[in-house]
């Protein structure tokens, strides 16, 4: 029997069929060409982008960081070339094996493993770090032969930090080190400019010249694009920008003078500022005990960080800077031009000296417990009268001494070209409000502005804003701000530019006022306290002696520095400046816990003033006696300043 079919039924079916399939096939080749119009039309130039990234990497050419040098061209920073074997630890299968087999290559000590492991917690696992620094040719020819074994580890050539002159001047020019967590960061807030010049960057400014003048020594940062493989490594460079280097930075310090003066010092601890009054450069900035700033380029070790940090001398405080001092009777020069200038004294006027002053039922002690008689403004410096400045003060009160003291700028940030200066305390009556909580201590006692006179009290200043305010005396009441950095300099084009200087401030002091003091000031050297330290001295200078509390004694009691601990004795000053009448060098100096200022601070003056005035460098013999504090030591043979050498410069 045969079967009807339904012939228009069946191509009817076949052509729906053909209809489907050809709208499917249709529709697929729609979107295939619609997707080849987006990759190839609109999204063409993002894709080729994207595929010459793939292609080629762009690489940071970080640069040389910038040198820094003294006045005379010595080079106090610099950089010299080495190699490093270095660890990409996502690259490395087992870090610790690889760390047991590369110690049977090369020297790795514990301490280079423990430097490694704080490197890790604060970089990326993609980051190349050091493990070992500055190898010798055999430890690379021996890796090199070996470095098959050794995946994820290289051999590279950096450029490393070097202070050439060790722990010479080490608080103003500082170090650099690897930049940590929270330095990148606060990076993250700086404009976007910035960020890519620290691409491929490791190391920043972390104290003193290094930190100040972070941007002008790093310089700017090339890039290189270079052609890669599929492993990722560089097949051939295909365009590069330079990286240019970082400027050299020119201070303003005399680094011989600045070593002449931490010979003096010694073994013993302090601070000396010298400073030109005429415009405000830095000649010296000395703090004592010093440190090795190499010791912190690749990270300090464990040992050597805990005999910086525990130590009682406190060798990493910046004294000149962030250390503060009764100016004890330093004080007095400032005191007696503000008689004169407020009118509470004249040159004439006569306080009379028994030996102490009595407020009310308080008995003041003067010097000795003898008295002076008669005293007028010259003897009162000349002879160091307490009697005098206990009265003047308790005449003037505390406001009006706060108010004549701040210009000079004690007590106040003096700006200098360095981070992390302090204030110090100038006190007044706000001040003490605005530092004490009971309501007792808020208030301000009148017993407590008689000591204000003599530098003791709350006074206390750091020896930069000492030497700032005796800069503003021998510059007849015209003020320069401090400053170290002169200039900096083009690496490649030897092209100079003077770092700008701000315009001085001039308070006005009547001038025969100023030269009563200055004049007065020069008594101390020919009649007064420190006539022997300055006897036969070819030229004329001024200076004031000081003994400043480092603990407190009672007024029944009496100081013997024999009955103290080294720690308690009272400090040393002086204050001076050089030659009389064009002064050209003004300076202060204290040395902790060595008594009376003449014996130990105003021999290192005198040696200043030589240095800077007559080309002369002590002798050995005359640089150790000042630091044994024998003031009556005779003048040694000097030798000439050209004939000291620092050593060979890199």
Known sequence: ????????????????????????????????????????????????????????????????????????????????????????????????????????????????????????????????????????????????????????????????????????????????????????????????????????????????????????????????????????????????????????????????????????????????????????????????????????????????????????????????????????????????????????????????DPGYWMFGNHRFRSHGDHGLGAVDLHRSIVSSSNVYYYALANDMGVDMIHDFMKPLGLGQITGIDLKGEVRGVLPSQAWKRGNYKKPEQQRWYAGETISLGIGQGYNSFTMLQLTQAMSVLANQGVKHKPRLAVATEDPVLRTRFPVPAEAPENLRYKPDHVTAVLRAMEGVTTGGTSTRVFAGAPYRSGGKTGTAQAVTIGQKDKYDARRMEEHQRDHSLYLAFAPLDKPQVALAVVVENAGFGAAHAAPMARRVFDYLLLGHYPSEEDMAAVSKGQAAAPIGKPRLASDISLGPQP
Not at 104 to 110: K, L, R, S, T
Not at 135 to 160: I, K, M, N, S, W
Request: hydrophobic share 40%; charged share 25%.
């Open 1 to 352: 029997m045969t079967e009807l079919r339904n012939v228009e039924a069946e191509l009817s079916r076949f052509r729906l069929r053909v209809l489907v399939a050809g709208l499917f096939v249709l529709l697929a080749f729609g979107l295939l060409v619609s997707r080849m119009v987006t990759l190839q039309v609109l999204r063409h130039d993002q894709l080729l982008a994207q595929a010459e990234t793939n292609r080629t990497a762009v690489l940071p050419v970080v640069p040389h960081r910038g040198q820094i040098l003294d006045r005379n061209g010595v080079v106090l920073a610099t950089n010299y070339s080495a190699y490093t074997l270095e660890i990409t630890p996502s690259r490395v299968p087992d870090l610790d094996a690889t760390l047991d087999a590369l110690a049977q290559v090369v020297d790795i000590q514990p301490r280079d493993r423990k430097r490694f492991q704080r490197l890790r917690e604060e970089s990326k696992r993609f980051d190349s770090l050091p493990i070992r620094t500055r190898l010798t040719d055999e430890e690379v020819a021996r890796f090199t032969a070996q470095r098959y074994r050794f995946p994820g580890v290289e051999v590279q050539a950096r450029l490393f930090r070097q202070y050439p002159l060790g722990d010479l001047a080490s608080h103003v020019v500082g170090y650099i080190g690897r930049i940590n967590q929270r330095e990148k960061e606060a990076m993250d807030d700086w404009p976007e400019e910035d960020q890519a010049n620290y691409r491929g960057t490791e190391y920043i400014g972390k104290l003193g010249i290094e930190q100040s003048y972070e941007r002008q020594l790093h310089g700017q940062t090339g890039f290189e694009r270079v052609e890669t493989s599929a492993g990722g490594r560089a097949v051939r460079s295909l365009a590069n920008t330079p990286a240019r280097p970082g400027q050299t930075v020119i201070l303003s310090l005399d680094i011989k003078l600045q070593k002449l003066v931490e010979d003096m010092f010694g073994q013993r601890r302090g601070a000396l500022v010298a400073m030109d009054p005429r415009n405000g450069e830095v000649l010296a900035f000395v703090s004592k005990p010093t440190f090795d700033p190499n010791l912190f380029v690749e990270g300090i070790d464990v040992e050597n960080w805990r005999l910086l940090n525990e130590s009682l001398d406190k060798p990493l405080l910046n004294r000149a800077l962030r250390g503060t001092y009764p100016p004890g009777s330093t004080y007095k020069p400032f005191m007696a031009l503000a008689a004169l200038e407020t009118g509470k004294r004249t040159t004439t006027s006569i306080t009379h």
